[in-house]
């Protein structure tokens, strides 16, 4: 069984950090771009960050470039999303998805998605 399983999520305060991980498993992940996606309360999900299978491409939303950071691990089956510099707008429910194409991620198109997990961040 194909998944996608993110960990790392929990309560900081503002200005502090974070790293938020996703492990795949069920299958080889080396040929999928992989992307964060969040969703807070009330609001439609949005784009945070993508990478390429090869991990030479990373793409992210403008209200995160310079304080987040993607990043796959030596295996391409685990992704990280380090976030630096938090700010309570961050709060969201935060998710992994998989494509085999970018672009088609990028538009929020996946082959495989994630449970998410929580990040809140206090004022």
């Known amino acids: 069984q194909v998944q996608l399983v993110e960990s790392g999520g929990g309560l900081v305060q503002a200005g502090g950090s974070l790293r938020v991980s996703c492990a795949a498993s069920g299958r080889t992940f080396s040929s999928y771009a992989m992307a964060w996606f969040r969703q807070a309360p009330g609001k439609e999900r949005e784009f945070v960050a993508a990478i390429s299978w090869s991990g030479d491409n990373t793409y992210y939303a403008a209200s995160v470039k310079g304080r987040f950071t993607i990043s796959t691990g030596n295996a391409k089956n685990t992704v990280y999303l380090q976030m630096n510099s938090l700010k309570p707008e961050d709060t969201a429910v935060y998710y992994c998805?998989?494509?085999?194409?970018?672009?088609?991620?990028?538009?929020?198109?996946?082959?495989?998605w994630g449970q998410g997990t929580q990040v809140t961040v206090s004022s």
């Open positions: 998805a998989a494509h085999p194409v970018l672009v088609r991620l990028l538009r929020g198109q996946y082959d495989y």
